[in-house]
């Protein structure tokens, strides 16, 4: 079976890239794509393989189904929606939607799965169980287009029992791929402050209460909230990227700031105690410096687990489909995903597919507008995930 996957995957590749780069040229935005879930829909249309159009707004699930297909169900999922990035790359598939580009990789997630589709149809008499494969909106943008789908059902009739994605990963080379079991990515909180003084002259700060001083106050004693009451083998991280004065000049203190950032960790106990001290500590501070303070916080993916048992299995037959010199072990990461929902729900295996080619420049990070792939992973990709489907069936 392994030779034969890997047979249709070379002989599918090129196939997969022209529409790798179809969806490249034509990104949409989170919730936006509905080019992209139509044209995700007519391809397996043109398969043959019975599927759903229009969950979460675009998204499309497809069921391909072997022999006895009530067995068991494992699913896969790949994102759609582009990032409102210009793209700087001078290529064919070059982006034509200005301002959208497809940065992150989803094009590869989107185009691999498919070919990961055709290849399980081609075999769905050689094996038994059902694959779902889940093609999902809005992994950019909160609350994320997973826990959306799953809302509506994406995880029953059939229900799997297992779910494995993949994403892009520049500083892997083309051909290798990599695992981490247990606590692999951060949850990803967003914070937005409004910090209220009473302006004037900045000449004359006696007669004003200034916001600027009381939100670096803030700023300060929240990271302190970090360094001193996280347990200190608790990964967090807390950053602020935005401040703006609402007024203000040189020579004018503003009657408020506003202060926005990212609070993240790698323990959700901790993660709801950290909300609720960050809000009393800036709601008193502030106070207690003659202001006022409106500190609000959206919160966003939680954390990502690797089950363990089902990622030392995907790690041990990605061995055996690309070879051990091919399958890394990766770090944690402070970065977020919504796929940690799918986590939540079932026992999951998120991976990296090597993407880089140092020799041919191909090294920028995602979420740059000079991203790009090395197009030989996308014969890795579809392959390696098609595998793995069919051996967790037979798990």
Known sequence: MKELIQRLSNDYHSDVVAKRRHLHAHPELSFQEVLTGRFVSEQL??????????????????????????????ALRGDMDALPILEANQVPYRSQNDGIMHACGHDVHTSSLLGTVRILHELRDQFEGTVKCIFQPGEEKLPGGASIM?????????????????????????????FKAGQYMASADEIYVTVKGRGGHGAMPQECVDPVAITAQIIVTLQQIVSRNADPGIPTVLTFGKINTVGGATNIIPNEVKLEGTFRTMNE???MEAHKRMKKVAESLAKTMGGACEFHILKGYPVLHNHEQLTTRAKQWAVEYLGANQVVDLPMRMTAEDFAYFTQAMP??????????????????IHTNTFDIDEAALETGMGLMAWMALKELDA
């Open 45 to 74: 249309t043109a398969m043959g393989v019975d599927h759903r159009h229009g969950m979460a707004g675009n998204g499309v699930v497809a069921l391909i189904k072997g022999k006895n297909p009530r067995k068991k169900v494992v």
């Open 150 to 178: 799953i809302k509506e059902g994406v995880l029953e009739n059939p229900k799997p029992s297992s779910i494995f994605g993949q994403h892009v990963h520049p500083p892997l080379r083309a051909g290798v791929v990599g």
């Open 269 to 271: 106990k901790w993660r």
């Open 348 to 365: 999951g295996c998120f991976y990296r597919l090597g993407t880089g080619n140092p020799e041919r420049g191909i090294t920028s990070p």
